[in-house]
């Protein structure tokens, strides 16, 4: 019905950027909140960063001024723009939607696949 995909993440220096993207697509009439979230090996899933469907954005402390977290409501698009990043940003980052299909008039969540961001000298 749904799909997230990710893409951007890979391998980068302490102090380097990366951009991540996640693009949604399928039987949408609309996306609500969409969201980052992170898991690093052997911890819980966290969440990184939001969005409402209004433009108000959120950060963990973690990471405040060093991501920015946008949309493209056009290309039902969420981007991720990590500078300085750290060893401890390591993980896989994980697109989140809340998103009303053309076919049902609730609010489903849906999740995608992953993207493994690496920061490593």
């Known amino acids: 019905q749904v799909q997230l995909v990710e893409s951007g993440g890979g391998l980068v220096q302490p102090g380097g950027s990366l951009r991540l993207s996640c693009a949604a697509s399928?039987?949408?009439?609309?996306?609500?909140?969409m969201a980052w979230y992170r898991q690093a090996p052997g911890k819980q899933r966290e969440l990184v960063a939001v969005?409402?469907?209004?433009?108000?954005?959120t950060y963990a402390d973690s990471v405040k001024g060093r991501f920015t977290i946008s949309r493209d409501n056009a290309k039902n698009t969420l981007y991720l723009q990590m500078n300085s990043l750290k060893p401890e940003d390591t993980a896989v980052y994980y697109c989140?939607?809340?998103?009303?299909?053309?076919?049902?008039?609730?609010?489903?969540?849906?999740w995608g696949q992953g993207t493994q961001v690496t920061v490593s000298s």
């Open positions: 399928g039987s949408i009439s609309s996306i609500s909140a």
């Open positions: 989140n939607a809340l998103v009303v299909l053309t076919t049902s008039p609730v609010f489903g969540d849906y």
């Open positions: 969005i409402t469907g209004g433009g108000s954005t």
